[in-house]
């Protein structure tokens, strides 16, 4: 499995409205081969924003980087300072904790 974070603070929409287009945009990344799940995140106290993707390796998380949707969230206008880093995972202490079920 690989770990992909991206992280943004909204620039001319707000919380409420971000959720909304949230909540229309799941089908979307549901659809993303090789996407196990997605943590949508949002701190509106600190205007911070993103998603922690599971994807099942790291050809996954490079093909959705070279993808539409990752440009689109990338180009958002209403997305700035935003970062993304993917990981690796160590898989024994992961199976431990739960995190491969």
């Not at 090789?34 to 205007?47: A, E, I, M, Q, T």
């Not at 969230?73 to 904790?97: H, Q």
Request: hydrophobic fraction near 40%; charged fraction near 20%.
């Amino acid at each position: 499995m690989h770990i992909l974070v991206i992280n943004f603070n909204l620039d001319g929409i707000d919380h409420d409205q971000f959720s909304e287009a949230c909540d229309g945009l799941a089908e979307t990344f549901a659809a993303i081969p090789g996407l196990f799940h997605k943590v949508w995140l949002s701190d509106p106290s600190s205007n911070t924003y993103g998603g922690v993707y599971t994807f099942e390796d790291k050809a996954a998380v490079e093909a959705y980087k070279a993808g539409e949707v990752y440009a689109a969230v990338a180009g958002n206008p209403n997305f700035s300072n935003v970062t993304a880093k993917d990981f690796g995972i160590l898989e024994g202490p992961t199976r431990v904790t739960r995190g491969s079920q």
